[in-house]
């Protein structure tokens, strides 16, 4: 039981933190000693007490002696308990917050790559489940093994000083088979947790999909067809811990058949070494008390290789996690600060990683600081992605991109995420109140800038005509809102920080034309000096750019002022003319 993938593989993975914390666990240990020789004292008075019964010489002095012995033996176990639970599982739990601390940072540095690789229920099954069971190892692990050598071997070493050094060998002879079972269970056990974690992973992740997306299910009615697909997935996953539980519950029969036998030798032996006067009744009676003592750690032997092999499956989970590393990162002595907003736009061409397809080529613009640059296209024709490139989600790609003159891949992360306010497609609202919502980048602004970005955005009106105003709670991803007032408050969230780049990504997709026109006018005053850039379906968002480039399938195939564009009479001049006339119709039909 000492190698492989048993107690001394997963006790060597975590060595690290045992190093770390090794005073803690050394007085645990030290604790839990103290706490098995006090164990001792038990089976030895009651076994001295029957001798003196039994020869007629007990006194009350005696057994005061004896009994006040018995109560010193328990108010110092209770002592010693104390101390070891405070330090092995003050450990276990000092492991589970930096663990804890330092996947969630690690979520926190990687990039899109890795989250399309992994989904969101895989990676809350690793930082909920397998954090759970790795921190048993360094609390209820640590515990059975230390605890399960320690009692088991004092108790035998005081069987043969205190009974019969020939009875303890005879009686422990069924011993060697439980570390046998102990050994082949646990390697099924690995196997089949190991499935187990990875079914949970896929529950998790159905059950987070469908809490999500709960209004498409019903809008569409397919709500018996996914109550009937999570109930296939639900089932996959209680027979798959079946299997589990059927080979974790062999270990206390196992143990319990071994403990029997070693009792019957125990009896049978023990009797025959008394009726020949090798032994006294008391020490028979004490003999047997040992080997009762020898349950716990007979016992905690089939629960040290489920705790292991529960917890070396999951922190080899976590640790694959752990060990991927971004593509994204920042040089060494990168810069901090941009100097200035002018962005010079040269990409040869861009392939998302795992694609053959190339999704962007010969995309080359110059975007002057304060000025506005309009980008429109069919959907999926590439524009978003080059929003992407600019926030260095991918840094893999031919050409380069720079702002204030530096390559991008020359600045921090930080430096220029700080330096642009960025309004995504898909407005993430957090459940909190209105106000930290919009100043969720910037907790110090005060309630005039609040408002001062709600205004900007045309959210204001709206804010104050919730019941709590600006302390109204939007719910989860914003639920208690309409689409029009999700993007509105994004925008808002972004225009607080006063960024040096503003990035609008079909942002304005969900208001109307009159809302649109008042951000429009809103940003533009607010922004002279500063630049922008609107990525749009609805050509009114950038009529009034400095620059408009019309992107199809990954290039670039118009580019001009709104004007030059109507005047060139192509795809743009085309679709102005669609949108015009349904906007009319529309206005009409109203």
Do not use: C
């Not at 930096?98 to 990687?110: D, E, G, T, V």
């Not at 921190?135 to 050598?149: K, R, Y």
């Not at 079909?506 to 609107?534: F, N, P, W, Y």
Request: overall charge negative; hydrophobic content about 45%.
């Amino acid at each position: 039981m000492m190698n492989g993938g048993v107690p001394v593989g997963i006790f060597k993975k975590l060595g690290w933190y045992f190093k770390q914390e090794k005073k803690r666990y050394i007085i645990g240990v030290l604790a839990l000693v103290a706490t098995a020789l006090v164990n001792l004292i038990p089976p030895r008075v009651i076994g001295i007490l029957a001798d003196l019964f039994d020869q007629g010489h007990l006194t009350g002095s005696a057994a005061w002696w004896w009994i006040g012995t018995l109560l010193t033996a328990g108010i110092l176990q209770y002592l010693f308990r104390f101390a070891w639970r405070n330090m092995i599982w003050g450990g276990a739990a000092k492991l589970e917050k930096q663990l804890r601390s330092r996947l969630f940072w690690h979520f926190m540095q990687m990039d899109d790559t890795f989250f399309q690789r992994h989904r969101t229920g895989d990676l809350m099954a690793h930082a909920t489940n397998d954090l759970n069971a790795v921190q048993n190892v360094a609390g209820a692990g640590i515990l059975t093994f230390a605890d399960s050598i320690i009692t088991g071997g004092s108790t035998l070493i005081a069987m043969m000083i205190f009974v019969d050094w020939r009875l303890t060998l005879v009686a422990i002879i069924p011993l060697p088979l439980l570390a046998v079972a102990a050994r082949r269970l646990g390697m099924k056990l690995h196997a089949a947790f190991s499935e187990s974690q990875a079914a949970f992973s896929r529950l998790n992740d159905k059950t987070q999909e469908s809490v999500s997306g709960i209004k498409v299910i019903k809008t569409f009615g397919q709500d018996k067809e996914d109550v009937a697909d999570f109930n296939r997935i639900v089932d996959r996953t209680i027979n798959i811990n079946k299997r589990v539980n059927r080979i974790d519950s062999l270990f206390d029969p196992v143990t319990s058949i071994i403990i029997g036998a070693t009792y019957v030798i125990a009896i049978i032996y023990g009797g025959t070494l008394v009726n020949a006067g090798t032994i006294t009744i008391g020490s028979l009676i004490s003999f047997v008390a040992y080997v009762n003592a020898l349950v716990w750690p007979m016992f905690a032997i089939g629960r040290l290789f489920n705790v292991i092999e529960r917890g070396n499956a999951s922190y080899d989970r976590v640790h694959e996690l752990l060990q991927e590393k971004s593509e994204v990162v920042n040089k060494p002595h990168a810069l901090t600060t941009l100097s200035h907003s002018n962005i010079d736009y040269a990409l040869d061409s861009f392939t998302y990683p795992g694609s053959d397809k190339v999704t962007l080529q010969d995309i080359h613009f110059d975007l002057p600081e304060g000025h506005q640059l309009g980008i429109v296209g069919r959907v999926g024709a590439g524009k978003t992605t080059i929003i992407k490139l600019l926030l260095r989600e991918f840094d893999h790609y031919d050409g380069v991109i720079k702002i204030g003159g530096r390559d991008i891949r020359d600045y921090t992360l930080e430096a220029l995420h700080n330096a642009i306010g960025y309004v995504p497609q898909d407005n993430f609202l957090f459940s909190t109140d209105v106000r930290n919502n919009i100043r969720f980048s910037a907790y110090d602004k005060d309630q005039p800038a609040v408002e001062a970005a709600a205004k900007t955005s045309a959210i204001h009106d709206d804010i104050l005509q919730f019941a709590d105003q600006y302390d109204t709670l939007v719910g989860e991803k914003g639920v208690s809102l309409s689409g029009g007032q999700k993007q509105r408050l994004s925008i808002a969230r972004a225009v607080i920080t006063e960024p040096d780049i503003l990035i609008m990504d079909d942002a304005l997709s969900a208001v109307d034309a009159k809302t649109e026109e008042q951000i429009l006018e809103g940003l533009q005053a607010d922004r002279q000096d500063k630049t922008t850039i609107i990525v749009a379906q609805r050509l009114s968002s950038v009529m009034h750019a400095d620059e408009i480039l019309v992107v199809d399938d990954g290039r670039i195939t118009e580019r001009g002022t709104h004007d030059q564009l109507l005047a060139d009479n192509g795809w743009y001049a085309e679709m102005w003319s669609e949108q015009q006339l349904t906007q009319s119709l529309e206005r009409s039909d109203a």
